[in-house]
């Protein structure tokens, strides 16, 4: 199976550390792929054809687009669904953890896209103060709800730790650390986890 992605993606980063907690990450081909808006890019739109990363060509020749259906499919692939919960009283409240982590990974990239790859001229402050304002209440969301601390984890503990390590990685300067103490420690024992190790953007 082929995965295209790119380093700094959260999105593309929960799929690997999924692919790592399951252990088959050594079946997948990852393809580095370059995408930006009004950036052209006909090799990938040939796999993709809205062009977002990941996209997961499996054997057959068929895709997969969508972070949360290859994840998904993956889980269900491995014969491994703990991950979401599956079949337990739990699978919906990890369903929606998950639905908010993702929900702040698409902030934190359209706020990068918005100070970074938009013109100085044409950049919208307010929309950047709001996505700011999005992400901060995403994290405060997670600081009432800490995932325990544990040797099992979810796709939603996995997709939060990418959207927190985002955060580091592109706006360390929002210190969402500062007064969270404990969901601090969370991500803490995160980072020493092989799947993040492993993922780490550079």
Known sequence: MKLYTAPATPFGR????????LGVHGDL???PTVVAPTKENEEYRAVAPLRKIPALELDDGSVITDSPLICE???????????????????WPVKAAYAVARGMADCGVALRYETFLRPEAL?????????KLKLVSGVEYFAARVPP???????????LAAALGYIDFRFSSLNWREGR????QWFAGM?????????KPN
């Open 29 to 31: 081909t990852i393809v």
């Open 123 to 131: 950049r919208w402050d307010q929309w950047i103060a709001d996505q």
């Open 149 to 159: 601390l544990a040797d099992t984890v979810t796709v939603a503990d996995l997709s």
């Open 181 to 184: 103490a404990e969901l601090a």
């Open 73 to 91: 499919y993956l889980a269900y692939s491995a014969g491994n669904t703990s991950l979401f919960a599956a079949g337990t009283a739990n699978e």
């Open 14 to 21: 929960t799929v690997e550390m999924v692919a790592h907690e």
């Open 191 to 199: 980072e020493g986890r092989a799947s993040f190790r492993a993922t």
